[in-house]
């Protein structure tokens, strides 16, 4: 397969997870949102936060390598497990589309397109995508946090502990 053919190819995949993010989001409620009033049209620069307390599990792996001409990506689900006083660290989304669930508890997301932060309960879900979309996330709470996170990731980054 030709660069320009995986790239394109990479491109469609993350498209179907961004959409299907879109649709979620707009079928769902406001709860886990950033406030209409305190979302931010350029990303603001955010604390580089560090990585604390968290216990990642993969869920499962499905190699999208083919499929409808998607390139060597994997779609991966996993559950992290975020201690008290955990911390998920600040990362980026620029090219990796999640969605992430609220399976437990609730957790606060520092965002680059928020102006405060964003208190997710048990139960929210949050889509993870696009240009300067960076955060963190921390458990201020008494008992642990347990999350669902599914993105697409080439195989590389499969055993990155932070991605």
């Not at 990479?10 to 009033?37: E, F, I, K, W, Y």
């Not at 350029?42 to 604390?52: G, S």
């Not at 993969?58 to 911390?87: C, Y």
Request: hydrophobic letters at 40%.
């Amino acid at each position: 397969m030709s660069i320009p053919t995986i790239l394109s190819a990479r491109r469609n995949a993350v498209a179907l997870l961004s959409l299907a993010a879109v649709l979620l989001a707009t079928a769902g409620a406001d709860a886990g949102t950033c406030p209409t009033d305190k979302v931010l049209t350029m990303p603001r620069k955010i604390e580089e936060a560090p990585d604390v307390g968290i216990k990642r599990e993969t869920l499962s792996i499905v190699n999208l390598t083919g499929w409808r001409g998607v390139g060597d990506l994997r779609l991966r689900t996993r559950r992290l497990t975020v201690a008290v006083g955990g911390i998920v660290p600040t990362h980026q989304h620029d090219d990796r589309p999640s969605i992430v669930y609220v399976v437990k508890g609730e957790i606060i997301e520092h965002s680059a397109f928020c102006s405060v932060p964003i208190l997710h309960r048990e139960g929210d879900w949050t889509p993870e995508f696009g240009k300067g979309h960076a955060h963190w996330w921390e458990n201020k709470t008494n008992q642990p946090v347990v999350l669902t996170s599914s993105d697409v990731v080439p195989p590389d980054m499969l055993d990155d502990p932070d991605m």
